[in-house]
């Protein structure tokens, strides 16, 4: 299994950017795909999270309406459409991918992307 994250970088408070995961090593299209993120001194949380069977999403509070989460399952990528962003947006994001196997998840985690929203 491989995630490749990119589309990381320093944007003014504001702006968009767009990060994308490349996977590889795995049925893309049967697995749920995440963005997490972790900012200095805090835990990884969940950012967005997209499901294999339906496509539906969920968003973390703080950023719903402001992100968009999607997938091409062709392509096998994973997009996070990033709008409006504010400093505490800063952190590194990573790409997720859970599997089912049998009765449990395993996770697997991209090398993840800098985020930094600053003037």
């Known amino acids: 299994v491989q995630l490749v994250e990119s589309g990381g970088g320093l944007v003014q408070p504001g702006g968009s950017l767009r990060l994308s995961c490349a996977a590889s090593?795995?049925?893309?299209?049967?697995?749920?795909m995440s963005w997490y993120r972790q900012a200095p001194g805090k835990d990884r949380e969940l950012v967005a999270r997209?499901?294999?069977?339906?496509?539906?999403?969920k968003y973390a509070d703080s950023v719903r309406g402001r992100f968009t989460i999607s997938r091409d399952n062709a392509k096998t990528t994973l997009y996070l459409q990033m709008s409006s962003l504010k400093p505490e947006d800063t952190a590194v994001y990573y790409c997720?991918?859970?599997?089912?196997?049998?009765?449990?998840?395993?996770?697997?985690w991209g090398q993840g992307t800098q985020v930094t929203v600053s003037s």
């Open positions: 997720n991918a859970r599997r089912l196997v049998v009765t449990q998840y395993n996770y697997y």
């Open positions: 997209i499901t294999s069977a339906d496509g539906s999403t």
């Open positions: 090593g795995f049925t893309f299209r049967s697995v749920d």
